[in-house]
């Protein structure tokens, strides 16, 4: 799996993946009493943000490797675009 066609693929499945761990376990340290629970009704939004901003930071600096690999992938798809659209262009300039 470490073909760089997969990588966008695999930096989104982990960042979902680390922020699922992060909600399960400020889901559990709430159920458990360690952390407030949120005001009223707002306990999963509560949670949510808590998650958020706890799998944020931990992405950034655990993913990085897979960020890179995403960001390369991304580039070249973009400058092969580019090729086919200026290879386009200068047959159409031809044409005329």
């Keep these: 799996m470490s073909s760089p066609k997969f990588a966008t693929l695999r930096y989104t499945a982990l960042r979902i993946g680390l922020f699922s ?4 376990l400020v889901w559990v340290l709430a159920y458990f009493r360690i952390i407030p629970l949120g005001v009223g009704s707002a306990n999963a939004v509560w949670l949510l943000l808590l998650a958020i901003v706890i ?3 931990l992405s950034f600096v655990l993913l990085r490797k ?3 690999a995403m960001s390369v992938q991304i580039v070249d798809k973009v400058d092969r675009q580019r090729e086919r659209l200026a290879a386009n ?8």
Excluded at 21 to 24: G, L, R
Excluded at 89 to 96: A, I, K, P
């Design 21 to 24: 761990a992060c909600f399960a």
């Design 55 to 57: 799998s944020a930071p």
């Design 89 to 96: 262009r200068s047959q159409e300039d031809g044409l005329l």
């Design 66 to 68: 897979q960020r890179d």
